[in-house]
T-cell receptor
Framework: GQQLNQSPQSMFIQEGEDVSMNCTSS?????WLWYKQEPGEGPVLLIA?????ELTSNGRLTAQFGITRKDSFLNISASIPSDVGIYFC???????????FGGGTRVLVKP | NAGVTQTPKFQVLKTGQSMTLQCAQD?????MYWYRQDPGMGLRLIYY???????DKGEVPNGYNVSRLNKREFSLRLESAAPSQTSVYFC????????????FGQGTRLTVV
């Protein structure tokens, strides 16, 4: 099964809202990556985190590498309709370069 | 730069048939990966190759084999396809060491009937 627990599994956004999602694991990772996937496409890299405690931004996205190296979160500020999609976290272990993904957070627009 | 290229994009197989999914990257990456994604699910690791000449099992390796043909190419083989292998398959690659950003292909949509 999945070694990375990603939550929430889904969320509804209203334009202008800030949203956040996180990923936790019982294992330590050396790198955390955040991806977005749109229908019919492969995942596209949003943010890469390399050091415990690191906070990195990419436009309206901000992600942090947890101090314990077992978790990470992603924030989207001032959400817009094109933010809909599935967001995945991924953890990379330095030994053997095994890259494991979380189950994804599906972001939908509030009706 | 093509990045990560997967072929074919779509495939329909009958139960018991075999086929090989091809993946090639032109970024001089060391590590390559195969994942499957079922509807509403995340990406589950089938096999990966940390470097040329090595392969390791991921979370769901049963029913699959892989070959790291050279640094550029990493193929996934289904010897006897089963309906449970109907899925979207993604190949990914990353350089490794200090550059660990993984890039994905567009996916192969496989249906086994």
């Amino acid at each position: 099964g999945q070694q990375l627990n990603q939550s929430p599994q889904s969320m509804f956004i209203q334009e202008g809202e800030d949203v956040s999602m996180n990923c936790t694991s019982s294992s330590i990772f050396n790198t955390w990556l955040w991806y977005k996937q749109e229908p019919g496409e492969g995942p596209v890299l949003l943010i890469a985190l390399y050091k415990a405690g690191e906070l990195t931004s990419n436009g309206r996205l901000t992600a942090q590498f947890g101090i314990t190296r077992k978790d990470s979160f992603l924030n989207i500020s001032a959400s817009i309709p094109s933010d809909v999609g599935i967001y995945f976290c991924a953890g990379l272990k330095a030994a053997g370069n095994k890259l494991t993904f979380g189950g994804g957070t599906r972001v939908l627009v509030k009706p | 730069n093509a990045g990560v290229t997967q072929t074919p994009k779509f495939q329909v197989l009958k139960t018991g048939q075999s086929m090989t999914l091809q993946c090639a990257q032109d970024m001089n990456h060391n590590s390559m990966y195969w994942y499957r994604q079922d509807p509403g699910m995340g990406l589950r690791l089938i096999y990966y190759s940390a470097s040329e000449g090595t392969t390791d099992k991921g979370e769901v390796p049963n029913g699959y084999n892989v070959s790291r043909l050279n640094k550029r190419e990493f193929s996934l083989r289904l010897e006897s396809a089963a309906p449970s292998q109907t899925s979207v398959y993604f190949c990914a690659s990353l350089y490794g060491s200090m550059n660990t950003e993984a890039f994905f292909g567009q996916g192969t949509r496989l249906t086994v009937v």
